[in-house]
Nanobody, 123 residues
Framework: QAQLVESGGGSVQVGDSLTLSCKVS????????GGWFRQAPGKEREFVAS????????NYADSVKGRFTISRDNAENTVYLQMNSLKPEDTAIYYC????????????????WGQGTQVTVSS
């Protein structure tokens, strides 16, 4: 059974940095597109960032551009999200996802999901 396991969440102060990791099981088809999404309290889950297999295509939500960086290590089957200059509005549960599509940012095209990791940013 395909699994994605997130780690690295926590409680930080405004302006701090965090790096989230997502370990992807090898049951997921190779060449998957990796993505991060988040869901804040009382809001719908939204796209944060995505990256293709070869790491030469990526996309970010406008709200995180210039502050967040998505990357991956295919040898370790891990997708990362480096988050800098964190703001209170970044507080959410962050979900890792994988898509069989070559590259996408559409939530509905991600077939595999992790359980989420909480990120809380306090002022």
């Amino acid at each position: 059974q395909a699994q994605l396991v997130e780690s690295g969440g926590g409680s930080v102060q405004v302006g701090d940095s965090l790096t989230l990791s997502c370990k992807v099981s090898f049951d997921i088809p190779k060449y998957y597109c990796g993505g991060w999404f988040r869901q804040a309290p009382g809001k719908e889950r939204e796209f944060v960032a995505s990256i293709n297999w070869s790491s030469d295509r990526w996309n970010y939500a406008d709200s995180v551009k210039g502050r967040f960086t998505i990357s991956r290590d295919n040898a370790e089957n891990t997708v990362y999200l480096q988050m800098n200059s964190l703001k209170p509005e970044d507080t959410a549960i962050y979900y890792c996802a994988a898509s069989r599509a070559v590259f996408t940012s559409q939530q509905g095209r991600f077939e595999y999901w992790g359980q989420g990791t909480q990120v809380t940013v306090s002022s």
